[in-house]
Structures are given as C-alpha cells and as structure tokens.
C-alpha cells in the first residue's frame, strides 16, 4: 500500500529538526551580539527554508504550498492594513499613549513593519517545517532534552544564587535596545529564604514558564513523568503568573474530564491543603504579591499593563472601521498583552485569523493522550498571550501550533484508513 505523501520519511530533514529542537527553547542567547535576533534557534530556522526546499525528496512540494498558503494570508492582511493607512490616517487619534515598536513618524511602512514582518517570517518557517516533518516517535526524546538542557542551566543558576547571592548566568548575551538585558535577574523572599525565581537562558520568569508548561504538559501526558515533574519543581521556582494561569486551566480541564479521580488533581489538592496548613502566613503574602496585586493593579506592574491595556483598546475603538478591520500594520505597537496588540496592529481580521489558528485544532483533533496535551497546550499558549504575554516571536509558540496540525494530519489518515477498511 502507498504510504500518503505527508507521512513519508526523509532522514536529512528529521535529522535536522532533531538538532534545532535541543535549541529551540534557548532564546537568551545570540550567536551575534550586535544582531538581536540570532538565536541558535532562529538561525536554524532560516537554514531550514533551504534544506526543506533541495534536500526533501517527498515532501518539498507539501512543504511549499503550506509555506506559500500562510505567507498568502499575512501579505493580504498587510497590504490591506497599509493601504487603509494611506486612506484614513488624517482620521487617526492621537498615538501618544501607545507603546510604539519604531520611532518612525507616521503608520505607512514603518520599519518595525519590516523587522516585525521577518520575524513572524522565520514563526512561519518553523510552523511549516514541524508540520510537514515532525515524528513524534523520533523527535519527542529530543524535545525534552531540549527542555531538560534548560533545567540544568536553571537550576544551576539556582543553586548558585542561594549559596553566593550573586547572578551566575554566565552564557545570556542577549541585548534589548541599547543596554537592556535579554535576561533579567528577580529574586524573591518566601519563608524568609530569598530564591532567584527561575528562568534559564528564556530571559524572564514569565517566558520561562510560557516556554516550558506546554513541555510539561505533553510530558505528563505521554507518561514521561520524571521528565514532567522536574518541569513543575522549575515552574514552581519561577513563581510567575503565567503558570499559575496553565496550572488552573489545566486542572479545571482535567477535573471536568475525570473529577478527583484524576492524579494530577488529587496530588495537587493535596498538596496545596498541606501548604496552606503548613506555610498559611507565607502563602497569602506570596499570593498577595504575585498574583493578587498584579491582578488588582496594585503594584507597578498591575498598574501599568492595566493602563496600558486601556491606551490601546481606546485607541482601536477610535479608528475607523476599516482600518478597524484590517489595524494600523503589523509590528506597529507592542502593548503588554496580545489581544489590544494584535487588535491594533492586525484589526479583527488579524485577531479573528490568528484565533482561528490555534483553536481550530482544539475543536477537531481526536481523543487521545497526544491530543488531549496539544489541546491543552494550544489553550494555554493563546489565553497567556491574549491576557499577558505578547510575545508572539517565541518559537516554543509556533513549535505547538506546528504540532498540533501536525496531528490533525495523522488523524485524518487514520480515519480515511478507518473509512477504506469499511468500505
């Protein structure tokens, strides 16, 4: 029987994914310091586009039409945001509130349209090359020592804190701006102990956990639980906002699914009912000051994504509507959550485009344990970035997007097979 062309094997183009993925998750370092964005995993995907097109003897021509269709739809909504632009930018409300990529004057053509563009190019890139390429019996075992190399730099940076006091990441090189670090030092105090909150060579604490839960996620659920739990323990230490926001979506999941029965809802009740016996004080203290004031607006950082939600949500809703439809260009603001970023950048075309993506697969994958983790991953990656993470060039982004469809695709030769067997 022929083996459908989207699931024929080719050992170059597998074997090259399982060495970007030991890389993939790494993006505080740069192989060029004066270029921000090479990352390791970013010059890889770039060479991908090459050896995807000369050296896949099956899959080139899948790898193209899929690679053509997405950068299709990014240049319509482009061409269509900057031609409202030249239309109806005499209509725009004043921009001085909004957190503006480029200092360019006006909206046509900035050159964050540029950069921003390449960089969603090279999500792209990875996106399609997952899709077309990825096997799960191959390339899983280096996905985790993908994560498991940043464990190990992560904990070091751990242990060298607790016993020095002092930074001990001596590999981040990565630079924001003119002297911004790509990967930022923060400590807290819990039990009267000062810990450095977990982030390895992802830059932050909230990317660390945005890289690494999807991670976890597929590890729990392919039963790979040594593995999953060394994540949750570096989680835990990151004591960031966004895995509080994965945990809870994943254990309301699990327990509409399975109830108490499930493990991981048992053990984690249990827990959390021994923590808040043991360490009740520290808790509400450590509660108040990750979570609740940054949800209340209380602190400083509360205060300015609630303010700067506001800024750019008004500012959208002051456009008109065709530019509403289409934004102001891609690339053009960068706002502290996804949602008022893409809405002004993208218009509803945008949000209700990149929505589409990701949730597509959450409706029409099939039941099953790789399914149910790439489900759970997508819903956790989108909701993240809409309310707080708008870092969409994240590989680890498009790396789940990638196997997700990647997925669909075995499925739905599952079920043709299923139907010819029938018939």
């Known amino acids: ?60 021509s899948v790898y193209i039409t899929r690679l053509c269709l997405a950068l299709s739809i990014v240049f319509i909504l482009a061409l269509l945001s ?56 191959f390339h899983d075992s280096y996905l985790y020592a993908g994560a498991v190399l940043l464990l190990i730099y992560g904990f070091y940076e751990e242990i060298y804190f607790v016993l020095t006091g002092t930074y001990g990441d001596f590999l981040s090189n990565r630079v ?37 839960f999807p991670v976890f996620i597929y590890a729990y659920f392919s039963g790979k639980t040594k593995i999953a739990y060394a994540i949750l323990i570096s989680l835990v230490l990151s004591f960031s906002t966004t895995f509080y926001l994965g945990l809870a979506i994943l254990l309301t999941g699990r327990f509409l699914q399975r109830g108490i029965r499930d493990k991981l809802v048992f053990f984690s009740l249990f827990g959390a009912v021994v923590l808040f016996i043991l360490f009740l004080p520290t808790l509400i203290e450590l509660f108040e000051e990750v979570v609740w004031q940054k949800l209340t607006a209380k602190n400083a950082s509360g205060a300015e994504r609630s ?24 690339g053009t603001v960068r706002s502290t959550d996804f949602f008022t970023t893409i809405l002004v950048n993208s218009g509803y075309l945008g949000f209700f485009t990149f929505t589409f993506a990701f949730l597509y697969p959450v409706f029409k994958l099939r039941n099953g344990k790789r399914q149910s983790a790439l489900r759970y991953s997508l819903v956790f990656l989108y909701l993240s970035m ?21 997925q669909l695709k075995l499925d739905y030769n599952y079920e043709s097979q299923q139907e010819n067997s029938i018939h």
């Not at 399982?18 to 970013?42: N, R």
């Not at 002297?179 to 819990?190: A, P, Y």
């Not at 303010?307 to 891609?330: A, C, D, E, K």
């Not at 809409?386 to 990647?406: D, H, R």
Request: charged letters at 10%; glycine letters at 6%.
């Open 1 to 60: 029987m022929d083996v459908p062309l989207l699931l024929r094997r080719n050992r170059l183009t597998e074997s090259y994914l399982a060495f970007w993925l030991l890389l993939f998750f790494v993006t505080s370092i740069v192989v060029f310091p004066s270029v921000k964005g090479t990352t390791p995993a970013y010059l890889l995907t770039f060479l991908s586009l090459p050896l995807a097109i000369i050296f896949s003897r099956y899959k080139s």
């Open 82 to 137: 900057q031609l409202n632009v030249l239309l109806f930018e005499h209509r725009f409300p004043s921009s001085e509130n909004l957190i503006l990529i480029s200092q360019d004057k006006g909206f046509f053509l900035r050159s964050s349209f540029f950069t921003q563009h390449l960089y969603l190019f090279v999500c792209l890139l990875a996106f399609v090359y997952v899709y077309v390429y990825y096997q799960s019996d």
């Open 176 to 212: 924001f701006g003119e002297d911004g670090s790509g990967s930022l030092l923060q400590s807290i105090s819990f039990g009267g102990i000062v810990l450095q909150r977990f982030k390895s060579l992802t830059g932050e604490p909230s990317m660390y956990a945005l890289t690494v």
């Open 307 to 330: 303010t700067f939600f506001i800024n750019h949500f008004s500012f959208f809703v002051q456009l008109p509507f065709f530019v509403q439809l289409t934004g102001v260009g891609f």
């Open 386 to 406: 809409m309310i707080a993470v708008p870092e969409y060039s994240y590989l680890v982004i498009w790396l789940f997007l990638g196997l997700a469809y990647n």
